[in-house]
């Protein structure tokens, strides 16, 4: 690509049945055309936009003890900043959807990651516990532009499987980038504190920002822009709302996230205190786990060339189901030991990135008008379950029967999702073929 903004993709007719079949998944608005491949710079560009809140969230775990004893404050006190930057996040996501579909895509995210970095700077300077629980909200909210707007720059020219696996190639920077960030963020802390992570944080940001004022195009053109101020952002919220199909796509990624939450929250209780390893051992399969995450991404980006991303759908959650069941079923007897948890685990956590990918895609593929706001409800309810999901096995107990209790249930809502509020499952139904 150029190093200055290429003019958005041409509008075209909606793609052919079987990628986003008439009838059930109807485009209200023409579907753009991709006038080029995706290359990988492409590529890197939105998946470090999509990676950003992530990034901002797991760099600073390793700090947080140091965060409460130099703040003179409490480990719940402290474990607050994260819940904040996570309601953040679920706001932002939902009042800058409307703003990229009413001023285009680019302002809005450099406008917000301009704003990251400010908080972030200000986050180093926080004197106590409450203005940086503050200030970590705020970054949660204008994080939210980069991947809200990645999103919608997605929607904005493709469709379909198109979609589901230009999503899907994300996940490779998406799912590597955090794995490498408590390293990071530790390594930092422990050479100059925990506010010279949020250094860190801020001078990423700058990075992010030139990245985006280079290389990302504007994708939504003024004519196809919604005009209006908050009646307009409410009408759009009422009109996706008022569709069930895309409520029920637009949870289904949440319900995902759910999954991958209780093991990212509940692991290292599980596997440290539970059975015993070390710290070193953990972060070992803390990223083999997460390789499995990223591999899972890349088949599906495979295997929706030639098969529609709601077959895939229907036939991940199921599955889905059956390995967390297996999983429960071995941390309650104890069957194979940690070698049974582990693999099955890992099995998982390969499935988790199948549906996302697929359902992010035919959720916008039924709004395009509105692709920044329909991206703001999926994000709002992937950032809205990760807050409900995050405490939910510690208040089970905290072992690998909480944490595959909380899988089991996760997958269930999931499979009921799809099989009641959609017609994947419908015989006569145009998905089910």
């Not at 195009?217 to 009422?238: D, K, N, V, W």
């Not at 953990?282 to 890349?298: T, Y």
């Not at 799809?418 to 994947?424: G, H, I, K, R, S």
Request: charged content about 10%; aromatic content about 6%.
């Amino acid at each position: 690509m150029s190093s200055r903004p290429t003019p958005p993709a041409p509008t075209g007719p909606a793609p052919a049945a079987g990628v986003v079949p008439p009838g059930v998944v109807p485009v209200t608005a023409a579907a753009p055309a991709p006038q080029y491949r995706p290359n990988a710079k492409y590529v890197l560009l939105l998946g470090l936009m999509c990676a950003l809140p992530a990034i901002s969230t797991d760099i600073y775990l390793p700090s947080l003890p140091d965060v409460a004893r130099d703040l003179h404050t409490s480990a719940t006190a402290a474990q607050l900043t994260m819940t904040a930057m996570l309601i953040g996040g679920a706001v932002g996501q939902l009042v800058i959807g409307p703003l990229s579909d009413r001023f285009g895509r680019r302002k809005p995210v450099l406008v917000g990651v301009s704003l990251h970095v400010v908080t972030s700077i200000l986050c180093a300077l926080a004197p106590a516990i409450v203005p940086l629980i503050a200030l970590r909200t705020m970054q949660g909210f204008f994080n939210a532009s980069a991947s809200v707007v990645a999103m919608a720059v997605i929607r904005d020219r493709f469709v379909g499987a198109d979609a589901s696996r230009l999503m899907s190639r994300l996940m490779l920077v998406i799912g590597v980038a955090p794995l490498f960030a408590p390293s990071v963020g530790g390594l930092i802390a422990g050479q100059w504190g925990w506010r010279a992570v949020f250094g860190a944080l801020a001078v990423f940001g700058v990075v992010l920002w030139v990245v985006v004022w280079r290389r990302l195009p504007e994708t939504l053109p003024p004519e196809r822009r919604r005009q209006g101020g908050l009646t307009a952002a409410l009408g759009g919220y009422r009109k996706l709302l008022r569709d069930r199909h895309f409520v029920a796509l637009a949870i289904l990624p949440g319900l995902g996230v759910a999954v991958l939450m209780s093991y990212v929250v509940a692991s290292p209780f599980v596997l440290r205190e539970g059975y015993g390893l070390s710290a070193h051992q953990f972060s070992l399969l803390f990223a083999v786990n997460g390789m499995g995450l990223v591999a899972g991404a890349q088949v599906n980006a495979a295997l929706v060339r030639r098969v529609a991303p709601i077959r895939i759908v229907r036939v991940v959650l199921p599955v889905s189901l059956g390995l967390t069941l297996v999983l429960l079923g071995i941390a309650i007897t104890g069957w194979g030991g940690l070698i049974a948890l582990l693999v099955v685990l890992w099995l998982i956590l390969a499935m988790v990135n199948f549906v996302p990918p697929n359902a992010s895609a035919l959720a916008l593929s039924r709004h395009g008008e509105v692709a920044g706001t329909a991206a703001a409800v999926i994000g709002a309810t992937q950032a809205g379950v990760s807050g409900i999901v995050s405490p939910l096995s510690g208040l089970l107990g905290g072992d690998a029967v909480a944490m595959a209790a909380v899988m089991v249930g996760a997958s269930v809502a999931a499979l009921l999702v799809l099989a009641l509020a959609t017609p994947a499952y419908h015989r006569d139904g145009a998905w089910a073929v």
